[in-house]
């Protein structure tokens, strides 16, 4: 069973910056997608970036482009976002995902059957 563990999360003030991470185990799968979600109360989960496993341009909501960087680390096992300029809106649950193979969708919730608990992210104004 793949495990994911985030951690990273915070309170700042808007302008302020944040890195997440998410500590990855257990992946058999060769080829497939990581990604963060974020679930603000009473408000679907969305996807916020996604990277594939084996490179390649990631991919970014567009609220989040130009501020928020998602990277990944193969020999730490780790997907990183490094958040940026943060605003209010950014206030949400963020969650780490893992797809189990190769998906035509990398910014959508059913995309992804592997997941993080959460880690709390908010945003002050």
């Known amino acids: 069973q793949v495990q994911l563990v985030e951690s990273g999360g915070g309170s700042v003030q808007a302008g302020g910056s944040l890195r997440l991470s998410c500590a990855v185990s257990?992946?058999?799968?060769?080829?497939?997608?990581m990604a963060w979600f974020r679930q603000a109360p009473g408000k679907e989960r969305s996807g916020v970036a996604a990277?594939?496993?084996?490179?390649?341009?990631?991919y970014y909501a567009d609220s989040v482009k130009g501020r928020f960087t998602i990277s990944r680390d193969n020999a730490e096992n780790t997907l990183y976002l490094q958040m940026n300029s943060l605003k209010p809106e950014d206030t949400a649950m963020y969650y780490c995902?893992?797809?189990?193979?190769?998906?035509?969708?990398?910014?959508?919730?059913?995309?992804?059957?592997?997941w993080g608990q959460g880690t709390q992210v908010t945003v002050s104004s």
């Open positions: 990277i594939y496993s084996g490179g390649g341009r990631p």
């Open positions: 995902a893992a797809s189990s193979g190769l998906i035509s969708f990398p910014l959508i919730v059913r995309s992804y059957n592997h």
């Open positions: 257990r992946v058999t799968s060769s080829s497939y997608y």
